[in-house]
């Protein structure tokens, strides 16, 4: 496509991934191919750097395994035709509502197209449209237009290619994006049972806490998502055999996806106000599927569950009653670590943990050393420093305090009683 004064400008999206090394050469050849449909319309390019490789060792029953993750980072540029640039991609998907794919860096509130008809503002019809296109003017403006109209909108001869680019960029933010939270695993198809993912999400957390994608970044470790799509889909061996999840993992499960569709799917069905977090649950809840692209998203929805099961016992354990004995050391079964948070001082960090323990009493820990993963059950040693009212605002609760802690076990999210052993087949 031959450019004009009306795309001389260049609009440019970057976004950077860590990709784990087995899965580096597929990624390169996905990207490769999407550059090449980009280079033959002749508006704009794509391309990725390969950066630094990063080995992360594996936590519990795998610990002395390590896996290589490398650094990419993908660029995409394409013009702007008269001072518009594309923002986003809307795919209406009937009643399940409308799936927004965005620019990384776009900054624009999309919640009114979450579910909205496929109508475009340039020609004020609405029609069958599997796509529509939101689009900004340098000046702020924002415009919704139907692929049939972009060349009488945006004043080009070709502003379809332009949107084809656009496709092409955000395809290969979306491959490197699937592949960063697919892990180390394989499978063939691009959807799965979302209840049965979820199922493999709560055995891994099980297993080893959870871990969001940010949290793996920092401890160049795997996600919570990404070890869940490699049990899922792992082929087992005479070495390592199949993981399965347990029967306390399926339950919780459960449970967390009819509390999604509860809280997010009847709210939003209702026209109840909710974030962009809440709509995305749920369109996925009410699909009842999921795929490598939105598996970080739809793993959230396991810990969304289990914050809410925290804060309510939080509330019913306020103004209970004090535990232990004033200068005693002993030992504390099944205290679950609802909150982990850090202050710093001229002395340092210092880690303020609060348990409940399964009488729904609360207990605090502060630590300067040690920092315990929050949503895990552990029994500690530890000596009861002093009883105390803590009172803030309208409200009081009776809290113990501890010091000295040492942690005689680690269990898994749920109650204590209910940890089951790992289940393979």
């Known amino acids: ?3 004009d004064t009306a795309t001389e400008a260049v609009d440019s999206a970057e976004k950077s991934f860590w990709i784990p090394e087995e899965r580096l050469h597929g990624l390169k050849d996905k990207i490769d191919k999407l550059a090449k449909r980009a280079a033959k319309l002749g508006c704009g390019s794509i391309s990725y750097v390969v950066g630094e490789t990063q080995y992360r060792k594996r936590s519990g029953a795998e610990s002395n395994k390590v896996d290589a993750f490398v ?3 993908v660029t995409g540029t394409s013009p702007r035709l008269g001072g518009w640039s594309f923002a986003a991609t809307i795919e209406h998907l009937g009643a399940d509502g409308n799936l927004i794919r965005a620019r990384p860096d776009a900054k624009i509130d999309l919640a009114a197209y979450r579910t909205a008809a496929q109508v475009c503002d340039h020609c004020k019809t609405t029609r069958r449209r599997t796509e529509t296109y939101v689009v900004q003017h ?6 919704r237009v139907g692929s049939n ?3 009488d909108f945006l004043g080009h001869k070709d502003p379809q290619a332009v949107a084809s680019m656009f496709q092409y960029i955000l395809d290969a933010f979306g491959a490197a994006d699937a592949e960063e939270s697919y892990g180390s695993g394989g499978g063939a198809s691009r959807y799965f049972d979302l209840g049965e993912y979820l199922a493999y999400v709560a055995e891994m957390i099980i297993r080893v806490g959870y871990v969001s994608s940010a949290q793996a970044r920092e401890r160049e470790s795997d996600s919570t998502a990404g070890m869940a799509l490699s049990a899922m889909f792992a082929k087992p061996t005479k070495d390592n055999p199949k993981i399965y999840p347990s029967d306390t993992a399926c339950d919780f499960a459960t449970r967390a996806l009819a509390y999604a569709k509860q809280e997010f799917a009847a709210k939003a069905d209702a026209g109840e106000e909710m974030s962009d977090y809440g709509w995305n649950i749920s369109v996925l809840v009410r699909r009842d599927v999921t795929d490598y692209r939105s598996a970080g998203l739809a793993a959230s929805i396991i810990r ?3 914050k809410t099961i925290e804060r309510e016992a939080e509330r019913a354990a306020r103004n209970n009653t004090f535990f232990g004995t004033v200068g005693k050391r002993e030992e504390f079964k099944g205290l679950r670590l609802v909150k982990v948070r850090d202050a710093e001082s001229q002395f340092g960090v210092t880690h303020i943990h609060r348990f409940l323990t399964p009488e729904g009493r609360l207990a605090v820990w502060f630590s300067s050393g040690a920092r315990l993963q929050e949503g895990r059950v552990y029994d500690l040693k530890a000596t009861v ?3 105390e009212l ?7 609760e009776n809290q113990t305090v501890l010091t000295r802690a040492k942690v005689v076990a680690e269990h898994d999210f749920l ?7 790992p289940a393979t087949k």
């Open 1 to 3: 496509m031959k450019t």
């Open 71 to 73: 650094a990419v980072t």
């Open 138 to 143: 340098e000046d702020g403006r924002i415009a």
């Open 149 to 151: 109209c972009l060349r």
């Open 304 to 306: 969304a569950y289990q």
């Open 385 to 387: 420093k002093k009883h």
């Open 390 to 396: 803590r009172t803030w605002k309208d409200t009081s």
């Open 415 to 421: 109650k204590a009683e209910d940890v089951a052993a």
